[in-house]
């Protein structure tokens, strides 16, 4: 577990020493949480890299400073997750642009990120909270519900999170998401969050079940 954020500082000037040219790595997990106060400590870093040559530059640097690749486990069954990186405390989960099947990071989302370390050879950048809680909806890891109602309690822009998924769904033509979404979102508000999208992530469900009925018939 990580409970520092000098830690995360002090890893990727280690990388950033390492890597062989410039690269964007977007962080859209815990590390975020972790700076902002809003979670003690966390195990993951959550990156995501835009192009297949990033991700095999950073696999590559990652490896020369021991960190061990590990097999995805079934907590990470609905994420495209590509590899898991580990050394010592550290635990790194790598994407290629792809984070859940075809929901992927969106030029929106770079847009909203902002540069949080701007190393010689790194330009981190962190998501915005709004990317993060939809990310989060998408995962069976422990502890990402609870993150979700830490976002939510800071305060989060709730009208981003249902045009992004909207965007995901229309591009990548995998309007089943909504389903395992809204799923998420229930137990988020049985868990007692407030959720003022649920209206229309419900008529969202309502009309994919409907087509989906009519694809079996």
Do not use: H
Not at 111 to 123: S, W
Request: glycine share 4%.
């Amino acid at each position: 577990m990580i409970s520092k954020f000098n830690q995360i500082e002090k890893l990727f000037k280690e990388i950033n020493s390492t890597l062989k040219r410039k690269i964007r790595i977007f962080v859209i997990g815990g590390v975020v949480l972790l700076q902002q106060g809003l979670k003690p400590a966390t195990k993951d870093i959550d990156l995501i890299v835009e192009t297949r040559e990033e991700f095999i530059l950073l696999q590559n640097t990652l490896k020369s400073i021991n960190f061990i690749v590990k097999i995805p486990n079934i907590e990470y069954k609905n994420m495209n997750l590509n590899q898991i990186f580990i050394r010592d405390d550290f635990r790194i989960d790598l994407f290629q642009k792809e984070i859940c099947g075809r929901f992927s990071i969106s030029k929106e989302m770079m847009k909203r990120a902002v540069t949080f370390l701007n190393l010689e050879k790194i330009k981190l950048a962190f998501c915005s909270n709004e990317d993060i809680f939809l990310f989060k909806t998408m995962t069976e890891r422990g502890g990402d519900l609870e993150d979700c109602i830490s976002l939510a309690q800071r305060g989060i822009r709730w009208n981003i999170i249902l045009n992004e998924l909207k965007n995901q769904i229309k591009q990548s033509s995998q309007d089943v998401w909504i389903t395992w979404v809204g799923e998420r979102l229930d137990i988020l508000e049985d868990k007692g969050l407030n959720i003022p999208i649920m209206k229309e992530i419900n008529q969202l469900r309502e009309r994919y079940f409907e087509r989906y009925e009519k694809k079996l018939n």
